[in-house]
Structure formats: structure tokens, C-alpha cells
T-cell receptor, first 110, second 113 residues
């Protein structure tokens, strides 16, 4: 129901390549968030999306809030080695009720 | 730096023991969340407090408990520890109300031997 399906689970890419990952659900979300977690650290907020159709960029990162409010994607352009980490999507079902995806583990080969 | 602080950063203890993890939310945030993350796993939501009151409960074991104090800091108490409790424990905070964006602390790494 309100679970998030995040894909892919992992990605191995060459430096300079573009990356795309997404989260989908059968439920409607009011907010979509994307976090990055590096080993041994807490997740860091990358992009927050608050309106259906919203497209937001943060440097080489671009994320969109799906029109149906049931999905979101995150793109990383021209990847670099420091992009390595686990990327989590999170969706807010209702006020303060946030669900997290299982994460996409990104490996970038120099 | 998210503004959320957690102590201690590392904790090593033995099975059967009890530990307390502490979290101070960002200035002005009323909501505090606790998560458990086992090795190479996702974030498992444990519990949420809002302005001192329990707001939501996730997959929190009965051996675990939490509270939020009047100054809004929160503590997570883990008792009768088992080997499987070894994990990273994260605290996150949000303003509360209609603003639910969560900001995470650096985590406490718990190792139960």
C-alpha cells in the first residue's frame, strides 16, 4: 500500500556517466525527498519536492515529483567518484508520516 | 552539518546490558524520529515524538523505549541487548506541523558483543 519501491538496488557506473534512479508507490504522497548517505554517516537531504510535476535541480542533481504523485526520480549528470553512496527516496504520506525506500547503492569507477 | 546532534558516536557493550542514546534536534524543530539501520540495510523507523508526546510507532521492540523531554531533546533506551541489536541508530528532526522534511543526525554506532 504505502510502501516505496526504489530501483535499481545498486548501480556500477563509469565516471562521467549519467545516473537515473526512481521510486514508485501505489499510494499518493504529498512530499518527495531524496537523501544521500555515505558510509558511517547520517543521510543528508539533497532535494525536497512539494508539488506534483515539480522539477528541481541541485548542481548536477535533478529530481522530479511525478504528476500522479505516486513516483519520483533522481538524475545525476556527469558522475564523479564522490557521488558514491546510498541514495534514499522518502515520501510523506500525510503530515510527518514519512516512508523510506530501500536505497540505491551507487558505485562510480574512476 | 544538519544541526541535529547525537551522542555518543560509538558505543560498545555486552549482551544483556542497557544503553541510552541521546539526540538534540535542530533549533526550533518539535518532532524527533528514531531509526535503526543494520549493516547494508535501509532505514527502519522506530518511533516519533512531537513536542514531548509520542506521535507514531514503527517496528520498535518492547525492549526499546524512548522519550522526549521538555527541552525537546530525546533519548532512546535499549535494554536486554542482543547481538542483533548492533546497528547504526539515527535520530532525525523536523519542524513538525505541516512541515515534515527530516534532517538526520550523524548516528550512534552500537556494537553488542
Amino acid at each position: 500500500g504505502q510502501q516505496l519501491n526504489q530501483s535499481p538496488q545498486s548501480m556500477f557506473i563509469q565516471e562521467g556517466e549519467d545516473v537515473s534512479m526512481n521510486c514508485t508507490s501505489s499510494s499518493i504522497f504529498n512530499t518527495w525527498l531524496w537523501y544521500k548517505q555515505e558510509p558511517g554517516e547520517g543521510p543528508v537531504l539533497l532535494i525536497a519536492l512539494y508539488k506534483a510535476g515539480e522539477l528541481t535541480s541541485n548542481g548536477r542533481l535533478t529530481a522530479q515529483f511525478g504528476i500522479t504523485r505516486k513516483d519520483s526520480f533522481l538524475n545525476i549528470s556527469a558522475s564523479i567518484p564522490s557521488d558514491v553512496g546510498i541514495y534514499f527516496c522518502a515520501g510523506e504520506v500525510r503530515d510527518n508520516d514519512m516512508r523510506f525506500g530501500a536505497g540505491t547503492r551507487l558505485t562510480v569507477k574512476p | 552539518d544538519s544541526g541535529v546532534t547525537q551522542t555518543p558516536k560509538h558505543l560498545i557493550t555486552a549482551t544483556g546490558q542497557r544503553v541510552t542514546l541521546r539526540c538534540s534536534p535542530r533549533s526550533g524543530d518539535l518532532s524527533v524520529y528514531w531509526y535503526q539501520q543494520s549493516l547494508d540495510q535501509g532505514l527502519q523507523f522506530l518511533i516519533q515524538y512531537y513536542n514531548g508526546e509520542e506521535r507514531a510507532k514503527g517496528n520498535i521492540l518492547e525492549r526499546f523505549s524512548a522519550q522526549q523531554f521538555p527541552d525537546l531533546h530525546s533519548e532512546l533506551n535499549l535494554s536486554s541487548l542482543e547481538l542483533g541489536d548492533s546497528a547504526l541508530y539515527f535520530c532525525a528532526s523536523s519542524p513538525g506541523g505541516r512541515e515534515g522534511t527530516q534532517y538526520f543526525g550523524p548516528g550512534t554506532r552500537l556494537l553488542v558483543l
